[in-house]
């Protein structure tokens, strides 16, 4: 029998809960076009290689790597023709879920954090972490199958469990970033002038212009490198920058000219083509999560003073 393929998943957004996780065997690689999540999401490789675009880097994973992705960090897979099978496991975390953690004094979103400050988003646990962190990750995946008393529970606990061990190796991690940069093309420093220029006026001929080189062999390296075209990046570095500022409670018709927009009407239609929402929508979205998030904090406040208490009065009858 000729041996199944299995597509690797186009879906890039969340449909149950305060985190997913998979585990995939990729042997068949539809496009996956450059995208970004609201969420964070980590990747780690257990079989198998692919080079991961992430920003303007190029990442080289190998079995035992790990990648951190935060949320606006455009990132995308790089697959080439024959490209051999691999296997990784794939968790995303939703903001509202790591923000809660916060209120107990640790902020598990540290290391995403710190990974971008230190230019990269490569980690490389030696075996005993690994083997540890593999571990928590398939007792999640077990948990979240079962019907056992309190399973829900115990995957949540594996889960902070990864989150802190996380941490501790991003602390621990090497400071020299370990992936190649697109900077040695022009693609690279067309790159990094869209990321620096965003609000400006830009456009294919315009980045052709300033780096004296034909559009048309800009707009095929480009296609090439980063695997979408000039005019889709700037677009989506845009809406990237529109939706941070959306979600710090900068009002629509501020986002859109600061990201350079010409007018509400091609913000709004880019927008809602790339997210299936309006602008109002996804802010009326964001507080409508921000609510239920600090809904379930002091629901899980209540049940650890009532558990406090019940200690209490039974140390008291003793």
Request: glycine share 4%; hydrophobic share 35%.
């Amino acid at each position: 029998m000729p041996e199944e393929k299995t597509a690797i998943s186009a879906r890039q957004h969340m449909v149950t809960g305060s985190y997913e996780l998979h585990r995939k065997q990729d042997t068949y690689y539809n496009e996956v076009l450059m995208h970004h999540h609201d969420f964070y999401e980590v990747n780690l490789f257990l079989k198998g290689e692919v080079d991961y675009s992430i920003e303007n880097r190029i990442y080289h994973a190998t079995p035992g790597d790990m990648l951190l992705i935060s949320p606006n960090e455009l990132h995308q897979p790089i697959f080439e023709e024959q490209q051999p099978a691999f296997e990784r496991m794939v968790l995303w975390v939703d903001r509202a879920y790591l923000t809660q953690t916060a209120s107990f004094g640790h902020a598990l979103s540290r290391c995403f954090d710190r990974a971008a400050e230190r230019g990269s988003n490569l980690l490389r646990p030696d075996q005993q972490m690994l083997g540890l962190m593999v571990m928590l990750l398939e007792n999640i995946l077990t948990e979240r199958q079962s019907e056992e008393y309190a399973h829900d529970l115990l995957a949540d606990t594996c889960l902070l469990q990864f989150l802190v061990m996380l941490n501790r190796l991003e602390e621990r991690s090497s400071q020299h970033p370990a992936f190649r940069e697109r900077s040695g093309s022009v693609v690279g420093r067309v790159l990094s002038y869209i990321n620096d220029h965003y609000r400006e006026e830009l456009s294919l001929d315009l980045l052709a212009n300033r780096f004296f080189i034909s559009k048309y062999h800009l707009s095929r390296e480009f296609n090439r490198l980063v695997g979408t075209s000039v005019y889709r990046y700037i677009i989506q570095k845009r809406l990237v920058m529109a939706k941070q500022m959306l979600s710090e409670g900068i009002s629509s018709s501020e986002a859109y000219q600061q990201c350079g927009f010409g007018d509400y009407s091609s913000f709004y239609r880019a927008f809602r083509a790339e997210y299936g929402i309006s602008p109002k929508e996804y802010v009326d979205k964001l507080k409508s999560d921000a609510a239920q998030a600090a809904l379930h904090a002091r629901e899980r406040r209540s049940l650890a003073k009532r558990a406090e208490q019940s200690r209490n009065e039974a140390g008291k009858v003793q």
